[in-house]
């Protein structure tokens, strides 16, 4: 539900739902972790963490997904299709054999009957399999925090190139005169002080002409 969804939510929202959604899910694992730790049921906190978990993966993975191929040319949108959903099934395999094995490693051997001091171990195996869970989740959510940063830089660059483009010069020098730079004036004020500069440099250029071949005492006399 929260996959299909997710693009119903505003867009200023939207960048932000990769880091909230790897959030989400540590803390689901942690209060799974917490919950189980003791060797019970968990009771509702257990429904409350697969809830969490859930609802971050699905934040999490559908933005991050979509955020990938909108970045592919059409021509190879099919073969990138088949490359992400050839890495996720290898990474389902590898981390479903990863954390089972460290589940099975701290739990020991299955006893012959259910129950018993197997119930209180199998429990802190899973709790500490959640938190390790947890630990992987907390760094999907500091990898997303950097692509956030890395799209922002990006973003504000080609603000910045665009303002360019329009305004026609790198903004913040100051012409002769000018209280402000000249990109942020209007254009009509940009237009005048334009003029003014070309006139100044031809008035000099005149002046510079005139003087030489001139020995000082016939500058002094037209002067």
């Known amino acids: 539900m929260v996959s299909l969804n997710w693009r119903r939510l505003p867009g200023q929202v939207r960048p932000w739902l990769p880091i909230a959604g790897f959030a989400a899910m540590s803390a689901g694992l942690l209060v799974m972790a ?8 968990g009771g509702g906190w257990v429904f409350l963490a697969m809830v969490l978990t859930g609802a971050g993966n699905a934040f999490a993975f559908s933005p991050l997904m979509t955020g990938v191929l909108i970045r592919v040319p059409v021509g190879d ?22 954390f089972g094995a460290i589940y099975l490693n701290l739990a020991g051997p299955l006893p012959a009957a259910p129950g018993g001091a197997f119930s209180s171990v199998s429990a802190h195996a899973e709790a500490l399999t959640c938190l390790a869970l947890a630990g992987l ?6 990898l997303a925090a950097l692509r956030r940063r890395g799209e922002a830089a990006v973003s504000a660059g080609r603000a910045v190139a665009h303002r360019v483009a329009e305004e026609g010069e790198l903004p913040g020098p100051l012409d002769a005169g000018q209280a402000e730079p000249v990109s942020k004036q209007p254009p009509w004020q940009q237009r005048r002080a334009g003029a003014e500069g070309h006139r100044r440099y031809a008035d000099d250029h005149l002046v510079e002409q005139s003087v030489v071949g001139k020995c000082p005492d016939q500058i002094a006399a037209s002067g």
Not at 34 to 41: I, M
């Open 137 to 142: 989740a907390a760094c999907g959510g500091v």
């Open 77 to 98: 949108a099919a073969d990138a299709t088949g490359v992400i959903v050839t890495v996720n099934q290898l990474a389902l395999v590898v981390g479903v054999a990863s």
């Open 34 to 41: 917490t919950a189980l730790r003791g060797g019970g049921s």
